[in-house]
């Protein structure tokens, strides 16, 4: 009698067994897996996105680069603009890393690892960006003029051009680019890397 209760028992258990697993089998193989099966992400040889940013890299790169920031109100007024040489820069970012990690409780093994990637420097888990720098990017911007005078922005929002945009005063309803002051900036940039200081005039030109 006993075992004729048993054997259905074991059935049963190996059922259940097989009924739970089906349903995991299932989980990992639901509708995200299946349309990844179906749709695949292509693999791309050349990305738009590598080459915008490491064409952004190669521009602001360039030490007799001239740009141009616009610092706002909050409420889209531009308050204040300014040539910028180079490059903006956040107000938090350093040449040195942030973080420094303690020997203490690491093996050598733990201590080193990751030192294989790019921008690695012993002692911190922080890794240098691709502008060469430490840190995150933060709300308050520092940068340089043509001329090597120093501006820090933290009031508000700013936006950085390329270009020299014309704005209806006060407010940003309109844009476009000012080729009379772009010129003079070309201009600009070409006797800098000349060596050629500008003159009070070009400068005021370039901020107008």
């Not at 956040?90 to 201590?111: F, I, L, Q």
């Not at 520092?142 to 020299?164: A, L, R, T």
Request: proline fraction near 6%.
């Amino acid at each position: 009698m006993k075992k004729k209760v048993l054997i259905p028992v074991v059935i049963i258990l190996i059922v259940a067994i097989v009924v739970f697993s089906a349903g995991c089998i299932d989980l990992e193989n639901g509708e995200r897996a299946q349309m990844l099966d179906s749709q695949s992400t292509p693999t791309i040889e050349q990305s738009n996105e590598r080459e915008i940013f490491l064409g952004y890299l190669e521009e602001v790169n360039d030490p007799n680069n001239i740009q141009w920031i616009y610092c706002c109100s909050y409420d889209g007024k531009v308050l204040f603009k300014s040539a910028v040489m180079g490059k903006t820069l956040s107000a938090t970012k350093s040449t040195e890393p942030y973080e420094r990690v303690s020997y203490d409780g690491h093996s050598s093994e733990e201590y080193y690892a990751g030192q294989e990637f790019a921008g690695y420097v012993p002692g911190t888990a922080e890794l240098m960006n691709p502008s060469g720098m430490y840190g995150h990017d933060t709300p308050g911007v520092i940068w340089m003029d043509p001329q090597g005078n120093y501006y820090e922005w933290h009031g508000g929002p700013y936006f950085v051009s390329s270009v020299p945009l014309k704005f209806e005063t006060p407010v940003i309803s309109y844009q476009n680019v000012d080729f009379d002051v772009y010129q003079l900036a070309l201009l600009a940039e070409e006797k800098l890397r000349n060596g050629i200081p500008l003159t009070n005039e070009e400068m005021l030109c370039l901020n107008s």
